[in-house]
């Protein structure tokens, strides 16, 4: 039996990656699960799936959840409080590690896993865009495996030939080709765009996801954030990731060789397929996902990205091209800028406006350690800040 950590249980990939659980209980069994503070979701995934331990960040979340579990007469072992994630992903028991929680937060836990030499699931993108050389010098170091479970990345993974980690050249890569969607605003008129509300911003037309990520696909901050991933992932630059439009969501990226071939892979929009992907791997697991019909998408378009309307994309090149600390720097200004802009005291388009700021007022240094790493990310958190509260980038 593989032993699962969940970290980011109640989230959109948290829920998924329990449903693919389930289905293959024979394989696997579940050690942890942990969340934020929603106890509701965390009680009923507890007795759902019976973990040995389950962890709550907001301590008093905690001592609710272990009430309610004792009550039903789970033996579920809750702990509280950060320190716990990184305990709970290097737990002997644990094989497996789903890194599945939004944002900065979910670096320290991944980062445990990735000492304790595990299989890491890794969802949470933001982590590697943060730390990535750290990161990955950390799962080499520790003998950890790192698979993709953002589609784009678990796609160009299953189109790549064995040995790719010596580099791309020497196994007849030349491009990554990664799609995207376009996300709600991919037609829309782009001086209408001040006033898209939050709401609007999370109503993504092909994917259901937890809130941040939504709106990053609306500003196309996420496809930026996944060529930084990529080039990490797949040890690349950003001249060698091109971003593909393709409004249908089937194709989920695609891989260009010397000899003209083109790899892709496709599937129906649902996360649960790179999560059997990288659970099964180099097997495959059943996911639950209905078989894709060809004769019912019909038809593929694509479209070269429009830099002006998306400038959060833009500025993901340059942060990518710019290396050391300037991703760290993109992602803290964005993570505060779409909080902003989720409680309202942001526009849409400010968002953008922030992170090019942010990114003005600093210097790229080499991220030479995690603590620098953690230093340039709070203090470009404490300048977006003040740029919103001051109201410069305009509200
Ligand atoms: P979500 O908002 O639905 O869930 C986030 C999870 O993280 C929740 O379990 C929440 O409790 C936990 N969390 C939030 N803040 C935390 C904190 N400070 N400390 C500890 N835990 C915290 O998000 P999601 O859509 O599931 O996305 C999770 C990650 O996966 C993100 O990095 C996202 O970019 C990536 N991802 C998601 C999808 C998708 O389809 N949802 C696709 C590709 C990549
Ligand atoms: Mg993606």
């Known amino acids: 039996m593989i032993g699962v950590t969940v970290l980011g249980a109640t989230g959109s990939i948290g829920v998924s990656t329990l449903d693919v659980l389930a289905r293959h209980s024979d394989q696997f069994h579940v050690v942890a699960l942990t969340a934020h503070r929603d106890v509701d979701k965390l009680t009923r995934l507890c007795l759902r799936h019976g973990p040995r ?38 737990l002997t028991e644990c094989d497996y590690v789903m890194a599945a929680i939004v944002g900065a937060a979910g670096l320290a836990p991944t980062l445990a896993a990735a000492r304790a030499g595990k299989r890491i699931l890794l969802a949470n993108k933001e982590a590697l865009v943060m730390s990535g050389r750290l990161f990955m010098e950390e799962v080499q170091r520790h003998g950890a495996e790192l698979l993709p479970i953002d589609s784009e990345h678990n796609a160009v993974f299953q189109c790549m030939p064995a040995g790719f980690a010596n580099g791309l050249g020497t196994v007849g890569v030349e491009q990554i080709l990664l799609t995207a969607s376009g996300g709600p605003f991919r037609e829309r008129d782009p001086a209408s765009l001040r006033d ?47 971003v593909v439009v393709h409004p249908q969501s089937v194709i989920h990226s695609l891989v260009r060789y010397v000899d003209g071939s083109v790899l892709a892979q ?61 991703p760290t720097v993109l992602n803290a200004a964005n993570e505060v800028a ?28 080499a991220a030479e350690s995690l603590e620098h790493v953690l230093d340039e990310d709070a203090r470009a958190r404490g300048l977006a800040s003040q740029l919103i509260e001051s109201g410069v980038v305009g509200s």
Not at 64 to 83: F, I, W, Y
Not at 213 to 230: F, P, Y
Not at 297 to 319: G, I, T
């Open 53 to 90: 331990y389950a962890v709550m960040v907001d301590e008093q979340a905690a001592r609710e959840l272990s009430r309610r579990l004792k009550d039903q007469g789970s033996t579920t072992e809750v702990l509280a409080g950060a320190v716990a994630l990184a305990q709970v992903a290097a």
């Open 196 to 242: 898209v509300t939050p709401e609007q911003a999370i109503a993504h037309p092909n994917w259901e996801m937890g809130r941040k990520i939504s709106v990053d696909s609306a500003t196309m901050m996420n496809k930026g954030l996944e060529v930084i991933e990529a080039c990490w992932l797949f040890h690349t630059d950003a001249d060698h990731v091109q």
């Open 266 to 326: 496709l599937g129906n929009p649902d996360m649960r397929t790179p999560i059997a992907h990288a659970l099964a791997w180099p097997r495959r697991l059943a996911a639950g996902v209905a078989p894709l019909d060809l004769f019912s998408v019909a038809r593929l378009d694509f479209e070269e990205p429009d830099l002006r309307r998306f400038p959060c994309l833009a500025l993901s090149y340059q942060a990518a091209r710019a290396g050391g600390t300037s």
């Open 338 to 365: 779409v909080q902003a802009f989720l409680e309202r005291r942001l526009a849409f388009t400010g968002i953008a406006r922030v992170i090019a700021a942010v990114l003005d007022a600093s210097d790229t240094q």
